[in-house]
């Protein structure tokens, strides 16, 4: 099926799995390992790029990585789902406010980290790192372009952090490195992670959405203060810290995957610490299904995202889902809760900052805001 371009522009959607008419989808071109900055660590003497090293990734790597975008931007557009795609930048480039300066910048493979959309509205997400400050100017032509052409559009940003070296913890990465696993667990449950709660702090893949109810994770991207913006930001949504068994978190899509109303999907290793989370769910007759392992046996060299990305999935509409086309025990566990699975072949992009639910953001599902979850948990 050909895209129909005289089709309206509408900018709407409440939740993760309503059927699924536009969407934006990322580009590895120019990606960099990041220059170093407080936030971030990269050590990978094999590829070329020990700790403190920076440049652009291997041309050859990109090249395979925008096949496959390119390859699941063209399975969404078989299928009716208008796709739009982002302006990269030169990331190579120096970039600095009147606060810091930072040698390069990173990429825009994955929108979903800085794109929530709620509603009519599509918000640019704090970041917190120097390194994707500038990302939003990727996305301004697509949201300008939205802007014109719908006119219930609400185009909206966070405020601009100053991520001067007061917003992150002093010496984090010494202490981190030098715990044992164990005590990086035990640590992990204060959740006492790099960004201070100087001021707010959020990337957008913390937010996970099911219509009223929004969770949000702290992470290593995500502050307390961060949520509390976001509850303040949307009065009428019920907003739910959470945090999980994970070490250095962030982003939420491989953790808490909802597939249609009274289905979620937990990643099995990554606990909820915050038993409520469990008990909401079963309160409102939501099944829990836990993910299967991963095939792979190790990550992809230069991949900063853990190996959970079997379960990074994207859901075009309550019936059928995208999942990573070598990943089968995850295909056949959704089949068998009848659900159709696309296969889509994306693990080149992996390196690039994740997988099929970080590498899209939404511009339109149909449907409105809906309460799924009804019978509430005091105090969460
Ligand atoms: N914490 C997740 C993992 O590595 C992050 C996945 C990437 N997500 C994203 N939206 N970029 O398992």
């Known amino acids: 099926m050909k895209e129909d371009t005289t089709k309206k522009t509408v900018v709407n959607s409440w939740n993760e799995w309503d059927p699924l008419k536009h969407i934006i989808v990322g580009r590895a071109d120019g990606t960099?390992?990041?220059?170093?900055?407080?936030?971030?660590?990269?050590?990978?003497?094999?590829?070329?790029?020990?700790?403190?090293?920076?440049?652009?990734y291997p041309k050859e790597m990109?090249?395979?990585?925008?096949?496959?975008?390119?390859?699941?931007?063209?399975?969404?557009?078989?299928?009716?789902?208008?796709?739009?795609?982002?302006?990269?930048?030169?990331?190579?480039?120096?970039?600095?406010?009147?606060?810091?300066?930072?040698?390069?910048?990173?990429?825009?493979?994955?929108?979903?980290?800085?794109?929530?959309?709620?509603?009519?509205?599509?918000?640019?997400?704090?970041?917190?790192?120097?390194?994707?400050?500038?990302?939003?100017?990727?996305?301004?032509?697509?949201?300008?372009?939205?802007?014109?052409?719908?006119?219930?559009?609400?185009?909206?940003?966070?405020?601009?952090?100053?991520?001067?070296?007061?917003?992150?913890?002093?010496?984090?990465?010494?202490?981190?490195?030098?715990?044992?696993?164990?005590?990086?667990?035990?640590?992990?449950?204060?959740?006492?992670?790099?960004?201070?709660?100087?001021?707010?702090?959020?990337?957008?893949?913390?937010?996970?959405?099911?219509?009223?109810?929004?969770?949000?994770?702290?992470?290593?991207?995500?502050?307390?203060?961060?949520?509390?913006?976001?509850r303040r930001h949307y009065p009428d949504h019920r907003i739910h810290r959470v945090r999980y068994r994970d070490l250095t978190p962030w982003h939420m899509d491989t953790t808490l995957v909802p597939l249609r109303p009274g289905l979620v999907i937990f990643n099995p290793v990554r606990t909820p610490l915050e038993k409520a989370q469990r008990e909401l769910f079963e309160k409102n007759d939501w099944e829990i299904i836990e993910g299967p392992k991963t095939v792979l046996d190790k990550k992809r060299p230069m991949t900063f995202c853990s190996i959970w990305l079997n379960l990074n999935i994207l859901v075009l509409d309550p019936k059928t889902v995208c999942v990573e086309a070598s990943e089968t025990p995850v295909i056949e566990l959704l089949n068998k809760h009848g659900l159709e699975v696309i296969p889509v072949p994306f693990y080149e992009v992996s390196p690039f900052g994740g997988g099929l639910h970080c590498g899209s953001a939404d511009v339109y599902r149909e449907g409105t805001c809906e309460d799924y979850l009804p019978k509430q948990v005091k105090g969460f």
């Not at 960099?32 to 936030?39: C, D, G, K, R």
């Not at 990337?203 to 109810?213: E, I, N, S, T, Y």
Request: glycine share 4%.
């Open 32 to 56: 960099m390992v990041q220059a170093p900055e407080l936030a971030v660590q990269r050590d990978w003497p094999e590829q070329g790029f020990p700790l403190g090293t920076y440049g652009p």
């Open 62 to 230: 990109e090249e395979k990585a925008n096949e496959q975008l390119d390859n699941f931007a063209k399975i969404l557009e078989s299928r009716g789902i208008r796709v739009d795609r982002p302006t990269p930048l030169d990331f190579s480039q120096t970039v600095q406010t009147p606060d810091w300066v930072q040698n390069s910048m990173f990429g825009c493979m994955p929108p979903r980290d800085l794109l929530l959309t709620v509603g009519n509205e599509i918000l640019e997400a704090t970041m917190s790192f120097r390194s994707r400050w500038f990302e939003y100017l990727c996305y301004r032509p697509l949201l300008e372009q939205y802007f014109k052409e719908d006119p219930n559009f609400r185009m909206e940003a966070a405020p601009k952090p100053r991520l001067t070296e007061r917003s992150y913890k002093k010496d984090f990465w010494k202490e981190w490195n030098s715990l044992s696993k164990e005590k990086q667990y035990k640590y992990a449950e204060k959740s006492d992670w790099i960004p201070t709660e100087q001021e707010p702090l959020f990337d957008a893949a913390d937010v996970v959405r099911f219509g009223k109810d929004l969770f949000v994770q702290k992470s290593m991207v995500t502050n307390d203060a961060g949520i509390d913006w976001l």
